[in-house]
Structure formats: C-alpha cells, structure tokens
C-alpha cells in the first residue's frame, strides 16, 4: 500500500492506493498517529485509489477518527466508489464521520 500526504486548504489529505489489510494496517496507524500529533486535525483520507480494505483497515479509521474527534478535530473518508464504497456503508461509517463518494465533494 501506497501513502501520500498533501496539506492544503488547512486540510491534511492522506491518500491511499493499493490494499489496506491486516499486513499494512500497521504502517498507516503509524503514519496517522504522527499526523495527527502535528497538529493535523482536520484530516481527509482519500480512498480513491484503494482497491481492498478489510476490517484491520476500518479498525484504523475509527482509531484515527477517535483520536481526531478527542482533540476536537475531523476526519471523513472520500473517494468512495466500489466495494470499498459498499463495505464502508454496510460498515455504518457514514453514521460515525462524513464520507464523500468524491474528492469534490467535499465542503
């Protein structure tokens, strides 16, 4: 799985590509711990380009997402399409945080 990170707008947007599973959960807990403890609150994972998430991944995201939310920030999912779009949902994550099926669609 690929990692890339962009701050623009006051947004932190992470993008990931390839496979969030039990293997490379880890790497991206790593990687949004250390985001988040500079101070990126404000945080959107892009999932554009993500072709499998499994529960190791969405275990990630509420992680991520309640450490945000303790430090009064946000973290919503975008680029949802697919399967990834259809486990999300069954998953009930948009009850949790904003997800968006595009990038432009976010506020």
């Known amino acids: 799985m690929e990692i890339g990170k962009l701050v623009e707008e006051g947004r ?7 496979r969030l599973d039990a293997v490379t959960a880890p790497e991206l807990e790593l990687s949004l711990g250390k985001i988040i403890e500079e101070g990126n609150l404000n945080i959107v ?7 499998y998430v499994s529960s190791a991944g969405l275990r990630i995201f509420l992680v991520a997402t309640k ?14 399409s697919g399967n990834i779009k259809e486990v999300i949902e069954i998953s009930g994550f948009p009850s949790i945080m904003p997800c968006y099926d595009t990038m432009e669609d976010l506020p």
Request: aromatic share 0%.
């Open 12 to 18: 932190c947007v992470v993008g990931l590509k390839g």
């Open 45 to 51: 994972l892009d999932l554009t380009n993500l072709e």
């Open 67 to 80: 450490k945000v939310k303790a430090l009064k920030g946000e973290l919503c999912l975008a680029g949802l």
